[in-house]
C-alpha cells in the first residue's frame, strides 16, 4: 500500500546540513514556461527531509502558480510516497527557490523524482 507523506513546513526551520538523496539519476520532465535548474534533499536529525529546487520562469508572462511533484522510492525502486513544491506570482525571466517537505523516520526514502511540473 502506497502512503501519502504529508508536507510539513512549518519544521521546515529546523533544517540542518547535510545531504541525503538525490533525484540527479532521473531525467527532469519538461515544461515550457518553467525550468528546474538545481535540486537537492536535506535531512534533520528528526527525520524531516526537505527537497528544494531552484527554477525560472522561462516565459514571457508572470506565472502565477508553480507546482513541481516528486515521488518518493526506496532502495528497490517502489514509491513509498510524494511530495510537492509550490511558488506564486513568479515572475517573467526570474529564478525562485521552492521546498517540499517530507518525513522519512524510517529510512525508506533513497530516492527521488520530479515527475510533474504545472504552471498557471
Request: glycine share 6%; hydrophobic share 35%; aromatic share 8%.
Amino acid at each position: 500500500m502506497k502512503k501519502t507523506l504529508l508536507p510539513i513546513s512549518v519544521l521546515a526551520a529546523f533544517l540542518v546540513a547535510g545531504t541525503f538523496v538525490t533525484g540527479e539519476a532521473f531525467a527532469t520532465p519538461t515544461n515550457d514556461k518553467f525550468v528546474i535548474e538545481q535540486q537537492s534533499d536535506k535531512e534533520t536529525s528528526t527525520g524531516i527531509h526537505t527537497i528544494t529546487v531552484t527554477g525560472k520562469n522561462t516565459s514571457s508572462q508572470s506565472l502565477s502558480n508553480v507546482f513541481v511533484s516528486f515521488n518518493l522510492y526506496d532502495n528497490s525502486g517502489t514509491q513509498v510516497g510524494d511530495a510537492k513544491a509550490l511558488a506564486t506570482n513568479v515572475a517573467p525571466g526570474s529564478k525562485v527557490e521552492m521546498s517540499a517537505d517530507y518525513v522519512d523516520t524510517d529510512n525508506k526514502v533513497t530516492s527521488y523524482k520530479i515527475v510533474d511540473i504545472n504552471t498557471y
